[in-house]
């Protein structure tokens, strides 16, 4: 049976969602480290990801936002749970797994392929270190004021509106973020205005979609016991 596009797309999103709140859960459980380890995940599948331009609709966005917005999720519920020093070491996490992809992507696709058919493994990644380097910038830039903003609104709110720091900080964060990352990674490949738009609406529809899952996410992460 064929699945349409919507329908992957959504199931996508929500998959990620159900990873991503997992991975907060097995931090409570068993130690911050999970969801920094799973941030860093995310940030290398973006970039890898990005590569690949899609529509959404009227939408023309990078393939590796679905990931990459998960990223200001996971971010999310550390900042409530265990921090903001614990968020600042997420995205430092993340800023030295891009770096490796950057370079580590540019040393591989500049090698001589053996064979005529791993021609295709280089034309795919050709982009990856500029998108690479495009994400570092844009993330330590859009991550930091992430963290910024949502306790700032934290403490502006005395702890409450949950829903009110994960939307404004991720939709504010995200704009930023999708300025300087289209910029540096696709000027002069492909038209910046439509990617720039087309990412930061579908980063905010999703900042919108993971509202009920940070609740739920913070719920459950309440009643597990840390393991001694």
């Known amino acids: 049976m064929c699945i349409s596009f919507t329908t992957q797309l959504v199931l996508w ?18 130690g911050v480290e999970y969801p920094i380890a799973f941030i860093s995940a995310l940030v290398v599948m973006a970039g890898v990801f990005a590569n690949k331009i899609i529509e959404i609709g009227p939408l023309t966005v990078p393939a590796g936002v ?6 200001f999720f996971v971010t999310d519920i550390i900042s409530e749970k265990w921090g903001k020093k614990e968020a600042r070491k997420a995205v430092w996490a993340g800023f030295f797994s891009a770096l490796v992809l950057a370079v580590s992507t540019h040393i591989v696709v500049g090698w001589q392929p053996a064979y005529e058919s791993s021609k295709a493994f280089t034309e795919a990644l050709s982009l990856t270190p500029r998108i690479a380097f495009a994400g570092i910038v844009a993330y330590l830039f859009s991550q930091h004021y992430d963290v910024w903003f949502f306790h700032f609104l934290k403490r502006k709110t005395k702890g409450k509106h949950l829903w009110m720091r994960n939307n404004l900080s991720t939709a504010t964060s995200q704009l930023i973020d999708s300025i300087v990352f289209v910029s ?11 990617l720039i738009f087309g990412q930061w609406i579908v980063k905010t529809v999703i900042a919108a979609i993971d509202t009920p899952f940070i609740y739920v996410v913070i719920r459950i992460m309440d009643k597990v016991k840390e393991k001694k």
């Open 13 to 30: 999103v929500l998959i990620t969602l159900v990873f991503s709140g997992f991975a907060g859960i097995l931090g409570k459980r068993y």
């Open 66 to 71: 679905m990931v990459f917005s998960m990223t």
């Open 184 to 194: 540096i990674a696709f000027y002069g490949v492909f038209p910046v205005i439509p």
